[in-house]
Nanobody
Framework: QVQLVESGGGLVQAGDSLRLSCIAS????????MGWFRQAPGKEREFVAA????????NYADSVKDRFTISRDNAKNSVYLQMNSLKPEDTAVYYC?????????????????WGQGTQVTVSS
């Protein structure tokens, strides 16, 4: 049984930084790409960032490019999202997800396992 557990969310002010973590269990972590998605109230869940199985390829939504960085540590079965220069519009529940394939992909339907989410709130 695959489990993904996120942590690191919280309430911060605009301009601050946060680092989200996600630890995976139940499948060979290093074989699959990983992604971060977010969902704000009343909105669809949207792609934030993805990273390939090796960490050699990453992809970002335009709205977070140059502010967020995704990384992974296969020895620790973990994926991270470093979020800098946070804005109120980044407020959402952030979800970690495991991809069906090794190569990073922004499509939500390419992810078959999801965490429970962690709340990020950015005040102005």
């Amino acid at each position: 049984q695959v489990q993904l557990v996120e942590s690191g969310g919280g309430l911060v002010q605009a301009g601050d930084s946060l680092r989200l973590s996600c630890i995976a269990s139940g499948r060979t972590f290093s074989m699959y790409a990983m992604g971060w998605f977010r969902q704000a109230p009343g909105k669809e869940r949207e792609f934030v960032a993805a990273i390939s199985w090796s960490g050699g390829s990453t992809n970002y939504a335009d709205s977070v490019k140059d502010r967020f960085t995704i990384s992974r540590d296969n020895a620790k079965n973990s994926v991270y999202l470093q979020m800098n220069s946070l804005k109120p519009e980044d407020t959402a529940v952030y979800y970690c997800a495991s991809c069906r394939v090794p190569y990073q992909n922004p499509r939500r339907d390419q992810y078959d396992y999801w965490g429970q989410g962690t709340q990020v709130t950015v005040s102005s």
